[in-house]
């Protein structure tokens, strides 16, 4: 599976944006596409996962109603939606699909995610 992320760009804070992923290859190989960010000299930080087929979510607690999952099969994308944007959101935002465990621990985990996009950099001004 191949993945390229795009829509980033400089936003205010309070403002919103939206990411998209791009998806092709043997989707067949995967179940889930998972959103990511990292900031300079931070770990990489789980946001949220969205099943490919049936379109269950989950959210980490740090973004549970302000980011939204949501995907389009027909087109192949998988996009986050960004709400109510603050400074610490700013980071480089990834794409990640695998096959991870519905279980918290399992996707949050960046090794449940085999195939990865590049990233997409969210700069947000205070």
């Known amino acids: 599976v191949q993945l390229q992320a795009s829509g980033g760009g400089l936003v205010q804070a309070g403002g919103s944006l939206r990411l998209s992923c791009a998806v092709s290859?043997?989707?067949?190989?995967?179940?889930?596409v998972a959103w990511f960010r990292q900031a300079p000299a931070e770990a990489r930080e789980f946001l949220a996962a969205?099943?490919?087929?049936?379109?269950?979510?989950y959210y980490a607690d740090s973004v549970r109603g302000r980011f939204f999952a949501s995907r389009d099969n027909a087109k192949n994308t998988v996009s986050l939606q960004l709400n109510s944007l603050k400074s610490e959101d700013t980071a480089a935002y990834y794409c990640?699909?695998?096959?991870?465990?519905?279980?918290?621990?399992?996707?949050?985990?960046?090794?449940?995610?085999?195939?990865w996009g590049q990233g997409t950099q969210v700069t947000v001004s205070s």
């Open positions: 969205i099943k490919w087929n049936g379109g269950i979510k």
């Open positions: 290859g043997r989707t067949s190989n995967m179940d889930t």
């Open positions: 990640a699909a695998g096959t991870p465990v519905w279980l918290q621990a399992d996707l949050s985990r960046t090794t449940s995610y085999p195939s």
